[in-house]
């Protein structure tokens, strides 16, 4: 996606270009998640590092700052995210290897360390390559655990000169207060479900709508989700949310225990919106596939339980990540829900 965006993204660039006079030292862009947040903010890097931006503000693509940073080696550029976001571990001959079976013998992490952000210190502390900015790209921001954020609000205090930090976040409410208050926010648009549906068929992906529809209007995330070919386990799981019983929790639970939690969190946060939205409106949003069951389960549920199931699902996504055994969560989660559509 080299020298542009994304179309929904248009208009956020161009509101962009207006901070460049007065560039921030920190921008955290926020917004939902799987609508290309750190493809943009990598499209953003690209041209802050280009020496002949193009009139747009777009990287010429063609400088010799911009061959490096597309071959992922410009000397005044890092990008800091999770292990499990990376692609391979870095390093190539003897010690290259032994790091990469190292990494395989172990999950990789999905929060980002203390000594992501301490590696930054040499960078910041020598003279740019280029006599241009300095930028670091991290996201997504909420995945910095506590001592990392404690770091990286040290540097954000006190940031080296002609340094840039860009960050990308889907949860700002996941955030210290103190390092939400050093970053200038930028709020990126969620692209109506018509320019979503358009842009996901001119990519081929088959049954889009329906994609689209499940990942709640994210065209990124739809398209991932279609590229898996598969709606084995999300079927499985609303297909117990539309009959739930305790005999269906336990059974459900042995057969999705090796989904990422968080998947099956949004989905059932996603079904108990649904079923809210249909009982007091008689409109569902994201599983209209189930519109009978979901009107079924409206006339019985009282709303009491139901505020309640939903608050009961918002409080276990901020723990979905740490389970101390993803089958126990996932049983407690669906016999929860059971216990309030009874």
């Known amino acids: 996606m080299s020298g542009t965006v994304y179309p929904w993204q248009q208009g956020a660039w161009q509101q962009l270009q207006q901070l460049r006079q007065r560039m921030p030292h920190a921008i955290l862009f926020h917004g939902a998640a799987g609508i290309g947040k750190s493809d943009f903010i990598e499209q953003f890097a690209q041209a802050l590092l280009c020496e002949s931006a193009r009139p747009d503000g777009h990287a010429c693509g063609e400088c010799a700052s911009c061959g490096w940073f597309l071959q992922q080696n410009h000397p005044d550029y ?23 079976k190292a990494a395989k013998s172990k999950t990789p992490s999905k929060e980002i360390k203390i000594e992501q952000i301490r590696s930054l210190a040499d960078f910041m502390n020598i003279s740019t390559h280029r006599q241009g900015l300095r930028v670091v790209v991290l996201y997504p921001a909420e995945a910095l655990n506590m001592p990392a954020s ?17 960050l990308a976040s889907n949860s700002l409410d996941r955030l210290l207060p103190t390092i939400l208050s050093r970053c200038r926010k930028f709020a990126m648009p969620m692209p109506s479900h018509e320019e979503a549906l358009a842009w996901l068929k001119e990519q081929g992906v088959p049954d889009a709508d329906s994609w689209l529809r499940e990942q709640g209007g994210a065209p990124l995330a739809a398209m991932a989700q ?19 019983s305790v005999e269906g929790a336990l059974r459900t639970a042995d057969k999705l225990q090796k989904v990422p ?13 649904d079923l809210f939205s249909c009982k007091l409106a008689g ?6 596939r189930y519109q009978r069951e979901l009107a079924g389960l409206a006339e019985k549920i009282h709303i009491s339980r139901l505020m309640a199931a939903i608050k009961g699902a918002n409080d276990r996504r901020a723990t979905s990540d740490h389970p101390l055994s993803s089958k126990l969560f996932i049983e407690d989660m669906l016999l929860d829900y059971s216990a309030s559509c009874v």
């Not at 890092?78 to 990469?100: F, L, N, T, Y």
């Not at 990286?152 to 840039?164: N, Q």
């Not at 409109?283 to 209209?288: A, H």
Request: net charge negative; aromatic share 10%; hydrophobic share 30%.
């Open 78 to 100: 890092r990008r800091i995210r999770p292990e499990s976001m990376e692609d391979e571990v870095a390093g190539e001959g003897e010690e290259g290897e032994e790091s990469k």
């Open 150 to 166: 404690n770091a990286l609000l040290k540097t954000l205090e006190e940031p080296p000169p002609g340094t840039v930090f860009l």
């Open 226 to 244: 279609a590229e898996t070919g598969s709606r084995e386990e999300l079927e499985a799981f609303l297909q117990y949310l539309a009959r739930p």
């Open 261 to 273: 939690l968080s998947s099956l969190v949004s989905w059932q946060q996603r079904w108990l919106y």
């Open 283 to 288: 409109k569902i949003r994201y599983y209209p």
